[in-house]
């Protein structure tokens, strides 16, 4: 058997101590599933795990060396928890021998150490030297089961720490913070505590919630949160930290904030990792995804837009543009076939007077009639000014193939339509993708309307 013990020493600015014990453990876990709190100290049993770490010396120096979350952390070990945990008790006592060790390191031994000492009983040595039957009458049999287990004679059995469901953490800020995007300095610390978490249940986050507190002597709110989503499980803080910054960036503090509370709401266990040694399945640089997120974040969810298909007859309703990020993950992973109805009110890029939109042509099945579609569609469609029931576009148009009829929608719905399309041109006007409504217009004649232009 082999113990270390570890006692976090949280600095100004730092943790408060259940908070640094939390994550000190939280680390600890990664060297040993034994892990136990034993007041203000943390016992590691390390026996089991040393051969995982290529033996006794190489995981005492992985935890000796490794960056921990708290900077100023106090480590001993012995050949019991309790030997460990003496040792702590000042540097000379590093590698002193059990019998020297002193009382006052022995918690069960603390109600007695003033009638110990009147005996000249200061070492745990002397303790042990006396007769066992006159201990156990005088202080009783608990100080001798705790000397039994300090000198290996009796087992060592502990509550072991068991990480939480939920991540929740919290950290007091070193001064008031006036501005949202200082408060990134803060939720760095939470984010490092986030992925021991994360690594140790081998999960990623979906989704978590930053919530700060304000000067409660300010009549204001009390309180505010951020909420950020991911598209795919996140074990990268550093871009977790990113979105933090973009999203901080347009947040305004009523009143200076005192505390950050930082608590997940949403994970998944995250698959195994696939190495390629195809080189161009190592491309450098940061994942699109991380990419759409970052800009999502920064310009606003509706400014960023990807194309979608739907499942509609209408030209006009064949695709949609949505947001890249919706409200939990990538347009990209859900289903094409979202019915028209489910898309109202979403507006398609205003960038152009007449705007066009790419028809989805690599990505519906093409029938023969279908091949003579443009690239190119007009939102809304230009209505065409007829003269002798010849439609005009810089000059009297001159049909070239059709008629493709197309008949959909409901009847007696306002979205009802029955079309037939044409392929026209006129001598200054290149391939024009036309159509005549059947049901008539409000003359008497067909309306036509110019709906696509051949590239």
């Known amino acids: 058997m082999h113990w270390i013990a570890l006692q976090p020493q949280p600095e100004a600015g730092e943790l408060s101590l259940p908070d640094a014990q939390a994550a000190l453990g939280w680390w600890a876990l990664q060297f040993t599933p034994k892990v136990a709190q034993l007041g203000e100290a943390l016992v590691l049993e390390v026996s089991a795990s040393e051969r995982l770490w290529g033996g006794r010396q190489a995981l005492v120096q992985h935890i000796f060396k490794e960056n921990k979350p708290v900077a100023g ?31 006052d390191a022995l918690a069960a031994a603390a109600p007695h150490l003033a009638t110990l000492a ?38 060592e059995v502990y509550p072991w720490l068991v990480l939480p469901e939920v991540f929740e953490a919290q950290l007091e800020l070193i001064a008031q913070v006036e501005t949202a995007p200082a408060l990134l300095f803060g939720a760095r610390r939470l984010l490092q505590q986030l992925r021991v978490w994360l690594q140790l249940r081998q999960s990623g986050v979906l989704a978590l919630s930053l919530r700060w507190t304000l000067d409660a002597r300010r009549h204001t709110a009390t309180e505010g949160e951020l909420v950020l989503r991911t598209a795919e499980p996140m074990l990268d803080m550093g871009h977790l930290e990113r979105l933090l910054g973009e999203h901080l960036a347009r947040v ?17 266990k995250l698959g195994g990792t696939r190495a390629s040694l195809l080189p161009e399945d190592q491309r450098p640089g940061d994942k699109l995804v991380h990419l759409l997120e970052r800009l999502s974040a920064r ?38 076939n979202t019915p028209a109805r489910d898309l109202k009110g979403l507006k398609t890029p205003q960038n152009l007077k007449n705007p066009a939109v790419a028809l989805p042509v690599a990505d519906v099945a093409v ?15 230009l209505k065409l000014f007829v003269q002798h029931q010849q439609p005009h576009y810089q000059g009297a148009l001159t049909l070239l193939s059709g008629p493709q ?50 590239a």
């Open 118 to 155: 009147r005996l000249g009983c200061t070492r745990w040595g002397q303790l042990r030297a006396l007769p066992r039957g006159g201990v156990a009458r005088r202080w009783g049999a608990p100080l001798l089961a705790a000397l039994d287990q300090a000198y290996g004679h009796q087992s």
């Open 252 to 268: 305004t503090l009523p009143a200076p904030a005192q505390y950050l509370h930082l608590r997940t709401l949403e994970t998944q």
């Open 299 to 336: 310009l606003g969810r509706h400014q960023v837009l990807q194309w979608q298909a739907c499942a509609d007859h209408r030209p006009e309703n064949m695709q949609t543009w949505l947001p890249v990020m919706n409200d939990s993950k990538l347009i990209a992973g859900s289903a094409i």
């Open 73 to 103: 952390v106090l480590i001993a070990q012995g050949a019991t928890s309790l030997i460990a945990l003496a040792r702590l008790q000042a540097p000379e006592l590093a590698h002193a021998a059990p019998d020297d060790l002193p009382l």
């Open 367 to 381: 029938t023969p009639g279908q091949a003579l579609w443009p690239t190119w569609l007009l939102v809304p469609p």
């Open 405 to 454: 009829r197309m008949e959909t929608g409901w009847w007696g719905a306002q979205d009802f339509a029955l079309r037939d399309y044409f392929v026209a041109c006129s001598e200054q006007s290149a391939l024009l993708w036309i159509y005549r409504e059947r049901l008539g217009g409000a003359q008497g004649g067909s309306d036509w309307y110019l709906q696509g232009v051949f």
